[in-house]
């Protein structure tokens, strides 16, 4: 395959408004909660107030009593209506320990938050009272919170698997080879580093819907998901309602981050109630309840250590990984870490690989997949460890890189860790970086600042990344034991006016796919964006999907659609040259028309051949009415987009306060369809990762209590606290798909974080310091200050 | 939102809002702006058996010249304060700390009654009104009574104020010569600060805290020391002198009394340049 660059004058590559945006804006977009349903009842869910404690009794009978209270069952008097535990489908070794998961716990909780009863009720306020009066007696166990606590199995969470450890996984194609590289390393360095637990935080919080149809037991399910088709199979075998009476619609959804890609308690009890109830059964989210009831990303603790020649050429990256799986494996909980297991030598050329993972059961609500999943953490451990690197080798953070990275010269790259790396050009994306952050004058600031003892310092942090999205081969995802494919699905049909409906079988909630894929068609058809209709998120109208989630719409599900829409000119020329009589291979297709080489004269638009495709009046022999074609599109390969980020912070080094300066960031993701939206999508990730950087932590005491239960205690940056980012982008299509794009949904998040730390730790280096622990809060930098200063921290 | 259930009425005149309160005993609770109030009903952790809103009264939304002081009625809210020609002139530091609270839609709904009544010592407002030695005026069944600001803030998310009893206006010394400075320390630009400092320095200097114990107060052994003749320096050492500054998830202790050091001296050095 060939990649195509955006042509001049196409659509593709134009900074178009998007579609989705007006109704969003104006409130006509309808979200799971402004669904009016007559009749339904409301559903509220008992937590555990606990983290670990045996449930001695569950009495919902005062519930009862409450006014518009219509039912409450306990997870006792759920359990027959169960035909399978909450689905994990990622079990990433063959004797992988996972707990039976049920909606609501029966005899234990093992996190606050975890689920005891639930409360139907005709009104939200009803239904949160009849919760509120339900008594439940718990006997309190330990808690483990600690990761090195849970490896050591002095409190069991789960009777039943005699340990805390779910699994071990390892990548080492060659143990001798690593020791050998460490052996006769000129250099050694290692980080440890601590991957705090996040909050997605989606603006929308989740819910869900069920409405039982009234005759023939079927159920339209409405929810705030990323994953309608997925949801609907694996609802299907938890509830045990057939596949076929099951239709899953995800309406407008306000962002996931990943949090949305689950197959949540709530939505198989809403499922399982409304089949009890044969009433609609509505369940929404508050957003204290969002900080325990949904997964949290990240929670790792790394260590990587790097063995080097005299040069600083790395010859081996050794990584050893302790992941906390939360209280119970939800959909892809244990298969984050692998997503990034692949990673951790980023965007350099090494030869020697070893990365091993224990992952760990504790009492805090479970993980999964949180932006970048896996990929962020990879990144920022080689990242920010290089820096010390550069320390040892007596280099700056750009020759450090320069030295280590993968040449442009060398892709396809084949990594020791086993990826095939599609198409990079990282040192160009390094070189516009630095140039764009005016990195002299940075340099000289600095310098000036730390002679003067000025009490603001100037810190200048770098980051490469790369990532591999477009999830995913099926092949390769049956290689890591994930239990679904990686393929995406897309039909276009010409209507009768000429007209375009696509359907997909990605499901945005944020990205924008409605406006990128009639970009995509458009482009290929000649029509404008505004003439094609894209359905999705709606398992009646597009049967065939996997989704959208690990940034694979475009490279994936915008592929498929592309390759459709090349299937329906196929056909279109075919009736084209039937109707003109002339040879197929004498027509050529331009401008929205097909034309004969050489007598432009003897033309037809495409209209007009989808009028009479959908007459049939004379079509050729054999040839069936109407143009519609679809793809199944497997990818063949991952895509790797790459860039460099730049960030400078001002540290008040009195108060420890890290301010952003400026941020640049220089992304690659192949080609682009729309560049708004891929600045958008930047703009947002480095958010993302500024926030872990800089702000955001779930906090849990030593019992297991969350402690960060409202946006009061979880410090979301908003735009107050950021600067205007400086983005731009350079253009290495991936040969692996016919578009040549890669993806961008999670880039800017796996760059930022690491550049943001290396920053701070460029503005205290004169001070001896070099690590910063996430996130860097003004506290924290201060206690590294005065103890670097030798000060006892005065006061007290 | 879902708040557990309770009573509302409105109220249009002062008297009869706390003739309602005086009715209906100490679970009843005024709403003005409602961002202190809801925020807490939300998460029922209040749980009011009514609500007397007390919003409607625009006639307590002024700022009028009193002679010696400003006056300013209860249900101004943050906004109008932030932008009133008359306070940024006559208290230019209760102006400017006005338009730092919260976000554009707190300072939008929030009022200067419901900021000082709720007694929040996180608060910005009553460490402005404590450094500019305001006094608050209050009605209640017993008639109107006026307390300073120093008298006023008895515990945490106490004050002096009776359960029937509503504050009504804030009077201001004019400090149109004075110097003065707000340092606010937080990580977002929404929050409370984690450690505030409100100085105005008019012959004698008075400096409010925000968050450094369990009420707004002053940092009386910083102003005393200041007062006996003790450099910008050494007051501000003594800053966090005989204070238990709270230990949450944005600060410990021991940094609040850091940060009261290091943002009184800078106050001092704002108001001493100024």
Known sequence: MTATQAAPGGVLGQRLLRKEDPALLTGEAQFVADLNVPGALHAVIVRSPVAHARILSVDVSPAMSVPGVVAAFTGKDLEGEWAGPLPCAWPVTPDMKSPAHLPLATDKVCYAGDGVAVVLATSEYAARDGGDAVAVEYDPLPAVVDLDDARSDRVVIHDELGTNTSYVWELTPDQAAVDAAFADAAHTVHGHYVQQRLIPSAIEPRGVLVIPQPFNGEYTLYSATQIPHILKVMLALTVGVPETAIRVIAPAVGGGFGSKLNVYAEEALALALARKMRRPIRWIETRSEATQATIQGRGQIQDIELAADAEGRITAVRVKLLADMGAYLQLVTPGVPLLGAFLYSGVYDVPVYSFSCTSVFTNMTPTDAYRGAGRPEATYAIERVIEDLARAVGVDSAEIRRRNFIKAEQFPYSSAAGLVYDSGAYEQALDRALELSGMDGLRAEQARRRESGDRVQLGIGISSYMEMCGLAPSRVLASLNYTAGGWEAATVRLLPTGKVQVVTGTSPHGQGHETSWSMIVADRLGVGPEDVEVLHSDTAIAPYGLDTYGSRSLSVGGVAVAIATDRVIAKAKAIAAHQLEIAEEDLEFRDGAFTAKGTPERSMPLGAVAFEAFTAHNLPDGLEPNLEASSHFDPPNFTFPFGTHVCVVEVDTETGLVSLRSYTAVDDCGVQVNPLIVEGQVHGGITQGVAQALFEEAVYDEDGNPKTTTLMDYLVPAASELPSYVTDSTVTPSPTNLLGVKGIGEAGTIGSAPAVINAICDALAPLGIHDMAMPATPERVWRSISEARGEEAKGS | ?274
């Open chain 2, 1 to 274: 939102m879902i708040p557990a259930s309770f009573d509302y009425v409105r109220a249009s005149t002062a008297d009869e809002a706390v003739q309602r309160l005086s009715e209906a005993g100490e679970d009843a609770k005024l709403l003005a702006g409602g961002h202190s109030l809801l925020p807490l009903m939300r998460l029922r952790m209040a749980t009011p058996s009514l609500l007397v809103d007390i919003g409607g009264m625009r006639d307590l939304s002024y700022v009028k010249d009193g002679g010696d002081s400003l006056a300013i009625g209860a249900l101004t809210r943050h906004g109008e304060l932030a932008r009133n020609e008359l306070a940024r002139r006559e208290a230019p530091l209760l102006a400017h700390v006005a338009g730092q609270v919260g976000d554009p839609q707190v300072r939008h709904r929030g009022t200067i009654g419901g900021s000082i009544a709720h007694g929040d010592p996180a608060s910005d407002l009553p460490a402005a009104c404590l450094a500019l030695g305001a006094s608050f005026v209050t009605a209640s069944p017993r008639g109107e009574q006026t307390r300073s600001a120093d008298e006023f803030f008895t515990g945490f998310l106490e004050t002096a104020l009776a359960p029937d009893e509503m504050l009504v206006e804030i009077r201001v010394p004019k400090s149109a010569g004075a110097t003065w400075s707000f340092q606010k320390f937080n990580r977002r630009a929404q929050d409370w600060a984690i450690v505030g400092v409100a100085l105005a320095r008019n012959g004698s200097t008075r400096i409010g805290l925000v968050n450094m114990g369990a009420t707004p107060l002053r940092a009386t052994a910083a102003e005393d020391a200041l007062a006996g003749g003790a450099s910008p320096a050494e007051a501000s050492s003594r800053a966090g002198d005989g204070l238990a500054p709270p230990s949450d998830l944005s600060a410990s202790a021991e940094y609040r009394r850091h940060l009261a050091r290091v943002l009184v001296r800078r106050a001092l050095e704002e108001a001493v340049a100024g």
